[in-house]
């Protein structure tokens, strides 16, 4: 069992980090907000650090999963934060769905310190957190990559490196772009069913069974047709997402039009009120309309 260092305790992170405690590793966490921490550590043991610094001192892996690249880049460096406390050998994995520039950055700053790096986003929402069955998508040097493998693999039902520093993060812009037109979509379906009078579950339990069926559609088509969306990965964070999608694109040359479009349409789904609803809101947006 290794000495383990967990950094951002929001709804992926803090299950994640007790899927590891109860799994018998050592775990210190840090939280921005400390009565986050402190809940953690009555709910699953361990122990609470009051700075990256001091969680990751001693540390054989720090673990990250906060919001974007500032905050990132908050918890990493500085003198407070975690590479400042982890010694050479030891590796930093980071969770955080982020720009995959901000990555190589912080893969540099680590080598330099002879940390190594993981950049390691995942897939599966709350609830794949909670149940310990996440898609980890993985970039960075090989050999770190076996030696996190076994601690990942803690809360993942598939865990792979992709490739170099930056890969998991462009593999997660995947991810988000298939993501969003998959919901929408399954959005316009739903709405042409309403509009045309028929029984939404009767519709989705015939073409869920063909080539029209989905994770989303599974998953999703109940609490949609049910007007619920409390259930899942936020707008706010979804746009955040796409906004990282856009810029890469434009970096690349990779046209996006259709994630261009839908990122259009969360936004529309924001000025609803809708920001922490969840990304199968989209059909909120067509109701509106008429």
Not at 100 to 105: D, G, L, P, Q, S
Not at 127 to 140: F, K, Q, R
Not at 169 to 176: A, F, L, S
Request: charged share 20%; proline share 2%.
């Amino acid at each position: 069992m290794a000495k383990l260092a967990f950094l951002g305790l929001g709804v992926m992170g803090a299950p994640m980090a007790g899927h590891l405690q109860k799994a018998g590793h050592d775990v210190t966490v840090y939280n921005r907000t400390a009565t986050k921490a402190d809940k953690w550590v009555e709910t699953y043991g361990g122990a609470m650090a009051p700075t990256p610094v001091e969680a990751a001192k001693g540390a054989d892996f720090v673990l990250s999963c906060v919001g974007n690249d500032d905050d990132l880049r908050s918890v990493c460096l500085g003198e407070e934060g975690a590479f400042a406390g982890m010694g050479s050998g030891t590796v930093f994995i980071d969770h955080t769905t982020v720009s995959a520039k901000v990555t190589r950055e912080l893969y540099a700053e680590a080598d330099a310190k002879q940390i190594s790096f993981i950049d390691a986003p995942i897939s599966g929402g709350q609830a794949g957190a909670e149940n310990g069955v996440l898609s980890i998508m993985c970039g960075g040097d090989e050999g770190a990559y076996e030696r996190a493998e076994p601690i990942m693999e803690v809360y993942s039902k598939i865990c792979r490196r992709i490739g170099e520093s930056g890969s998991g993060q462009m593999t997660k812009m995947c991810n988000q772009i298939a993501i969003a037109g998959l919901v929408q979509g399954l959005s316009e379906a739903l709405h042409m069913a309403e509009k045309s009078g028929l029984d939404g579950r009767a519709v989705v339990e015939v073409i869920s069974q063909g080539a029209a069926g989905s994770w989303q559609m599974a998953n999703r088509y109940e609490t949609m047709l049910d007007d619920h969306f409390d259930h899942g990965f936020a707008v706010d964070w979804m746009r955040k997402d796409l906004g990282i999608c856009l810029s890469t694109a434009d970096e690349n040359g990779a046209s996006l039009p259709v994630t261009a479009l839908v990122d259009q349409f969360y936004k529309d789904v924001q000025k609803l009120g809708g920001g922490r609803w969840d990304t199968s809101s989209l059909i909120k947006r067509l109701r509106a309309a008429g």
